[in-house]
Every structure is written in structure tokens, then in C-alpha cells.
């Protein structure tokens, strides 16, 4: 979603916004821009669609990008008015003294604006962003200080906003402001930065402060002082940011997508470390805190997420309640939040978010925590929004993830509710399932390589791309543990490809969709070994006498049956227990090489952002 840089030292500013917007382009957006300050004057530059195009403005003021030292930027995810250059950010006051970049959403901004028409302001976009713009100026108006501008103005102002504003007549500062929207400041030498996410900012700096709801930053190259909302002066720790630079690189792959799904052997490795020490071992989870004698009185399970974490809580229900014995509701966050939900202090709350910071999920968190029950969060991202959130704290560490589809911290968020699913049960003293949970441990120490055995021998998925890549639909079946893995497949192939891609339990296809069949619509079918392969292969059969393509991913096919598929992948022997994180791997390739096939911006789909802080 929208991504936010901002400046202040005695380098080229132009250089550093440019750069640092670039390392937010993953966020997905459709317009950009920038305001550089030099003697007292504001130039903004904006431009529609990809940076290149700000880029190509810039070559032509040259003789400003070459002096200014300061300055702000901003890439524009369109939530209120078309996605062009008028809207883009950055947006000024009617005088052009004061410029203002935001994230977030000013929900009471037509009350606003009608007042400040009221006032004389004439407005130029259809933004909301412009109306804070124009208010804050007011307020600047009337103390003539634009830190106490923007304290007074957020005041008035409902939603969610994370602002870096500069005037004219205060050449030495920009001042920040963040309600429910990340902001982070860099911390530098002689300069300091503003940025709505790390990647931004890491190749300059590793230090940072982070900027809590209702404070407010005023920053200079040599000084950083942050006022709480009644205005007392606070110091925030400065904290360590986690990332490599050279981890926001592709390094040598065509595309994030496919180096991400390519490091998830290690990202197995990763979160299974110190964690799962050898099959005969207890699962060590310190990060979960509640006792042992909490555990067991937790009555009911809730997990909430969107999208693809949503796909890989709805997997682990299969796994708690197997080994936990406890009920488990899955939902979508977006759901969750408009309707009487009913938890208590014995529920257990699971949020599941690769960003930490999606709107939907954090809303939804913050209602229930008001219900005493016990929030565990399992997040890529430690130091998100989420994360403060959390009673108790389970990172997968799977590295940033710069593709806006999710591949590798999905396959972490599953490894994380196998752990988790292991340790309720060890910490309840459920003994029935020891030897199946001693099994599972031994699968999930061999699935690292297993995963590296699969991605090491894609020839026959590039084929199978190539082959189907000019298809319009596509169905996706599995039943039990793989029917999330079928919705999280279809998602992966729509988000990058703009198929139109469905998933269904194999079991409902005879109840509605079956109705859809024909030589024109391919039905990939995942089937492995266990107490669903028999049910699945009949409905295979079902969507074959329809004369659908099929596909199967499987790990054992008999020879009797394989002429009723068209197309066969296998993967790696496995148990149908822990088979989701394998064909997984086969989906997001398959979904992988038809976008790329087909010529299309894989790791920045349209219209998608990476991370969703709106509801
Ligand atoms: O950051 P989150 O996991 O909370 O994001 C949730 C969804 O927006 C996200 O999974 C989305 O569906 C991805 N584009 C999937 O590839």
C-alpha cells in the first residue's frame, strides 16, 4: 500500500527519497512523488504509474535535485480518486508553503473539507490527503508553528494517518505525526530519515525510533525530538532494524517470487530451530506464555487473518485440533469485525499476519484483546503494529518478503501452527497422539530437503505452465488438510496472472461447480496418500467424464489410474499430514511460471499491496 520517505541532512535528498521509495515499490502502488526543499522553496514532482516515470521528471530539474538537501516522497496507493498525477502526493496548501505525504485514511475528511472550503481553501484533488494538507496549513495560520499545527490538527482528524509534513518558513525540520499507520525515523549522523517500512531506509541506517499513535516527531539533521499527545516532551528507545540490505535483492533470480519460494527450505530450517530439537524432545515454544495449566483450560480456539495467512490458519485447525483436542474457528479478520463475537479469558486468540500491519487483522485483534482473552500473534514482521499487540509473540523470521504474493511466510505461518499444535498437545499431556507427533516431528526435520529435492526438478511444472497459460479458468480440489492448500494455490495463480482461479473442497465440486466443467476449464486436483486419495480420485473421475484438463499433484499414483490425468507432477513421498507444505511449493511454481510465461509483473500485481492497512 502507500509507502512513505522522508529526508533531512546535507545529501542529495533526491537520491535518497528515490532510492527509498524504490525499496517500497513491493507495497503496490500507482503513482509517485516528491517535494524537494532548497532556500526557503518547495518543488513538488509527481508522476503516474511506475517510479521510472517520476524518475524520467526529475532528469529534467536537475539543477534542484542537484542542491536540495531535504525533502519528502511519497507512492500513492489510490483509495479516494483516480490514480493520477493530480492525486498523487505530495499535496500543499493553496499558498504552496506547506507540503504534506500520508498513509492511511482520513475517515472524516468530507466534514472537514466543508469547513475548510468554507475557509476560502480551494481544492485541486479528490483526495483526503489534501484535506489534511489544507487543515493542517490552517492550523499553521493561526500559531504560525508547525509542530503545534499538526498536534492541533490530528485532533480533528478521525481514521488512520501516518503524515510527514514540511513548511516553507521552517526550512530545519519535517514533522511526523502516525495514528494506526506504521512510521519509523532512521536515525543517521548529521541526517536523519522517515519511512513507513525499513526497507526504505536500511541501506542508510540500522538505527531507528519507532513513533507510537498520537506522538508527534520533529525532525532535524541533527536532532530528533518526539512530544506525546500532551505535548510533554518523551524519549523513545532508539532499537536495532533487523534487516540486510542485501536481503531486499533478488540476487540473481528474475523475480522476488521465485527467489522467496526458493529459500523456503531454509525458511523450514529457520523456524523449526532451537524450537524442534529431535523427535524424542518435547517442542520448546518460549515465546508462548501461558502455563501449562492455562493450557489446558483453553476452551475454544479462534484464529483470525486475511488472505493468504487466512489459508494457512484454516490448515492449522486441521493440525491443533487433531493434536490439541481443542475447537478451533477460523475467520477472516474483515468478517470478524462487524458482528458480536463472543471470546473470554479461557479463548485463545491467534492473529496470523506475514506484515503485522493489515488493517483488517489489527481491528479485529484490538476488539477482541478487550475480551481478556489471550492474544498470540504469529507475524514475519517483530516489530509490527501486531506484534506490540501480542501477549504472546511467535515470529517465523522467514526474511522480509518482497513479492507481493505470499510464498515463503506462508510456508512459515504453517511450520508455525505445526509447533504449535505439538506443544498444546505436550503441555496438556496428551498421550494418545505421542507416536504420531514423534513421526511428524522426524517429517518436519527431513521437509527442508525435501522442498530443495522438488525445487531442484521443475522442468515438468514449466511445461505444465507453458501448456496451460492460456486458459482463462481454473479450478483447484483437495479435500481434508490440502483443501486450504487448493484456495491458497487458486489465490496464487489470480493475484499474479489475473486467471480467474477458484478453489474448492473436491468433495462440493458435485454440488454447484461441477455445473462448469468442460474441455475448456482444467481442474487441478491435489491427492496424496491417506484417508481422503480414494474420495478425491472419484471426484477426479466425476470432472473427467465432464471432459475437464486434468492436473494431479501427488506423491503416489497407482499405474491403474494414471491415464485419467493429462497431466501428472509428483513430489517427494510424504505424509497427507504434513503434505500441504510440499504441494504448496508445486502451486506457487505453477502459478509462478504461467505469470511469468505470460509476461506479467509477478512481483507487483495490479492493483494488490503488500501489505493492507486499510479495512
Ligand atoms: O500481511 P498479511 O499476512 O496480514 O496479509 C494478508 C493478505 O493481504 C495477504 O496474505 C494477501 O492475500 C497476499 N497478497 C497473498 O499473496
Known amino acids: 500500500m502507500c509507502g512513505i520517505i522522508g529526508y533531512i541532512g546535507d545529501k542529495k535528498a533526491s537520491d535518497i527519497l528515490i532510492s527509498g521509495l524504490s525499496h517500497l515499490e513491493y507495497r503496490g502502488y500507482d503513482s509517485a512523488g516528491i517535494a524537494l526543499c532548497y532556500n526557503g522553496t518547495t518543488n513538488v514532482y509527481k ?49 504552496k508553503n506547506f507540503t504534506l505525504v500520508h498513509n492511511g485514511i482520513i475517515e472524516n475528511y468530507q466534514e472537514l473539507k466543508e469547513e475548510l472550503v468554507n475557509c476560502g481553501c480551494i481544492f485541486q484533488s479528490q483526495t483526503d490527503t489534501e484535506v489534511a494538507a489544507h487543515l493542517i496549513a490552517h492550523e499553521y495560520g493561526k500559531t504560525k508553528d508547525l509542530l503545534s499545527a499538526m498536534q492541533s490538527a490530528v485532533k480533528k482528524i478521525k481514521g488512520a494517518f501516518a503524515f510527514c509534513a514540511i513548511h516553507n518558513n521552517e526550512p530545519d525540520k519535517i514533522v511526523v505525526a502516525k495514528r494506526n499507520a506504521p512510521l519509523i525515523i532512521g536515525v543517521g549522523e548529521g541526517e536523519n530519515f522517515i519511512a ?42 532508539i532499537e ?83 493434536f490439541a483436542n481443542i475447537p478451533v474457528d477460523v475467520e477472516a479478520s474483515s ?58 509473540l511467535l515470529p517465523v523470521n522467514a526474511g522480509i518478503e518482497v513479492s507481493v504474493a505470499a510464498t515463503k511466510s506462508y510456508m512459515a505461518q504453517l511450520i508455525s501452527l505445526y509447533l504449535l499444535a505439538m506443544y498444546l498437545s505436550e503441555q496438556k499431556n496428551i498421550t494418545k497422539y505421542e507416536t504420531d507427533i514423534k513421526n511428524l516431528k522426524q517429517e518436519l526435520i527431513e521437509l527442508p530437503n525435501k522442498i530443495e529435492t522438488l525445487l531442484t526438478n521443475t522442468a515438468n511444472i514449466r511445461e505444465i505452465a507453458k501448456k496451460y497459460s492460456s486458459y482463462k479458468d481454473f479450478i483447484f480440489i483437495a479435500r481434508g488438510i490440502n483443501f486450504p492448500s487448493a484456495l491458497e494455490g487458486a489465490l496464487k495463480l489470480k493475484e499474479i496472472s489475473y486467471i480467474n482461479a477458484t478453489g474448492y473442497g473436491a468433495g462440493e465440486l458435485k454440488h454447484g461447480p461441477i455445473a462448469m466443467l468442460d474441455e475448456n476449464m482444467p481442474v487441478l486436483a491435489i491427492l496424496n496418500t491417506g484417508i481422503v486419495y480414494d474420495k478425491v480420485l472419484s471426484n477426479c473421475e466425476e470432472a473427467k467424464a465432464r471432459q475437464a484438463k486434468l ?23 510424504i505424509s497427507d499430514l504434513i503434505s500441504p507444505a510440499l504441494n504448496i511449493v508445486v502451486l506457487q511454481l505453477l502459478a509462478y511460471y504461467i505469470a511469468e510465461y505470460l509476461g506479467k509483473d509477478v512481483d507487483q500485481p495490479r492493483n494488490l499491496a503488500k501489505s493492507v492497512t486499510v479495512e
Open 196 to 237: 513507513s517500512d525499513i526497507p526504505a531506509i536500511i541501506e542508510y541506517t540500522k538505527k531507528a525510533i519507532y513513533l507510537s499513535d498520537y506522538q508527534v516527531g520533529v525532525i532535524k539533521k541533527d536532532s530528533i525530538k518526539i512530544y506525546d499527545e500532551n505535548n510533554t516532551l518523551i524519549t523513545n528507545k
Open 551 to 573: 492436473i494431479g499433484v501427488t506423491d503416489y499414483l497407482a499405474d491403474k489410474d494414471k491415464d485419467l490425468f493429462n497431466d501428472l507432477i509428483l513430489i517427494p513421498s
Open 335 to 392: 468478517e470478524y469485525i462487524y458482528r458480536d463475537t463472543i471470546a473470554d479469558k479461557n479463548t485463545l486468540v491467534i492473529g496470523i499476519s506475514q506484515s503485522g500491519e493489515t488493517a483488517d487483522t489489527i481491528t479485529a485483534i484490538k476488539q477482541v484483546k478487550a475480551q481478556n482473552s489471550h492474544i498470540a500473534i504469529i507475524t514475519n514482521r517483530a516489530d509490527s503494529t501486531m506484534a506490540r499487540l501480542a501477549d504472546s
Open 47 to 95: 508522476a503516474q504509474g511506475k517510479l521510472i516515470n517520476l524518475s524520467e521528471v526529475l532528469k529534467t530539474k536537475q539543477e534542484i535535485c542537484d542542491v536540495a538537501t531535504k525533502g519528502i516522497g511519497h507512492i500513492r496507493w489510490a483509495t479516494h480518486g483516480l490514480p493520477t498525477t493530480t492525486n498523487a502526493h505530495p499535496h500543499t496548501c493553496n499558498c
Open 240 to 322: 536495532h532494524l533487523p534487516f540486510e540490505a542485501m536481503a531486499i535483492s533478488k540476487m540473481g533470480y528474475k523475480h522476488f517470487m521465485l527467489k522467496e519460494i526458493h529459500e523456503q527450505g531454509d525458511v523450514v530450517r529457520n523456524v523449526l530451530s532451537g524450537k524442534l530439537i529431535s523427535p524424542e524432545h518435547q517442542i520448546q515454544l518460549n515465546e508462548f506464555k501461558l502455563t501449562s495449566e492455562k493450557i489446558k483450560n483453553i476452551s475454544r480456539i479462534q484464529i483470525i487473518a486475511c488472505g493468504t495467512s487466512l489459508h494457512a490458519g484454516m490448515a492449522g485447525k486441521y493440525i491443533i485440533e487433531k
